[in-house]
């Protein structure tokens, strides 16, 4: 499928600070918030338009590798990185099917990040991670592997846990035109609230419109 032109065709990042890469996640919610447009164990590929996947791409040909929680995998199977990506994939349970796309079409660039004791039986040339710590996985990434721009693109609680420990340096957010409601339904990022008076703050970048989706990038203010 040929994609539109999507609208971060000029996408550059700031060189990682502090040995590990520059972190940044990519979502597309619906206007009330919401980031998924059936159960959680089904795509989210009809959530976001033609121009949404072609804004996906753009900004995964910016970054060296892109990262994936397990739930995201079992979600969908058939999704697909350039074969010059590294993909990982951040389970705390091993359980993933080793034969779907993501393992097979590039395993020397296969990442799967555990805790210890975790066992996966990956094919020669595939890497597994054992890790204790976010910061320390992000370290090993960085010096081991020479990734530098590093792309989270969920779910809801693998956001979380990088945005709870304040790694994520830019986040991208495509609004889609359309209403899910839903109490319980993941959101951008989920995890324990952060108090009142100390939520990281943000400054938008750029805010484009394609048809009737905004396209959002934020980078997250410093002092």
């Known amino acids: 499928m040929t994609l539109p032109p999507g609208p971060y065709s000029d996408l550059t990042f700031p060189q990682p600070a502090g040995g590990r890469p520059y972190v940044f996640c990519n979502m597309v919610a619906t206007i009330d918030g919401k980031t998924v447009s059936g159960g ?12 949404d996947h072609a804004a996906m791409r753009q900004i995964e040909a910016a970054a060296d590798a892109v990262l994936i929680g397990g739930q995201t995998l079992r ?3 058939k999704v ?12 705390a349970s091993g359980n993933l ?22 066992e ?6 595939s890497h597994h ?16 592997f020479g990734i530098e721009r590093l792309l989270v693109e969920g779910g809801s609680e693998v ?10 340096e830019e986040l991208f957010l495509t609004i889609a035109p359309k209403i899910r409601l839903g109490r319980d339904l993941p959101t951008y990022a989920g995890g ?12 938008l970048l750029s805010c484009q419109t394609i048809e009737d989706e905004v396209f959002l990038r934020y980078r997250r203010k410093r002092s």
């Open 192 to 203: 324990d609230p952060f108090p009142r008076g100390h939520m990281p703050a943000f400054e």
């Open 120 to 125: 996966v039986g990956l094919d020669e040339g």
């Open 129 to 144: 991670l054992n890790f204790h710590s976010l910061d320390g996985l992000l370290a090993d990434l960085r010096l081991n």
């Open 40 to 51: 959680l164990d089904e795509t989210v590929m009809d959530l976001g338009s033609p121009a």
């Open 97 to 118: 099917d080793l034969g779907v796309r993501f393992f097979t079409e590039a395993p020397t660039k296969v990442i799967v990040a555990t805790p210890p004791g975790i």
């Open 159 to 168: 956001n979380a846990s990088f945005l709870s420990k304040d790694l994520v």
């Open 75 to 77: 979600a969908t199977p």
């Open 80 to 91: 697909h990185f350039d074969a010059s990506l590294y993909r990982i994939v951040l389970t």
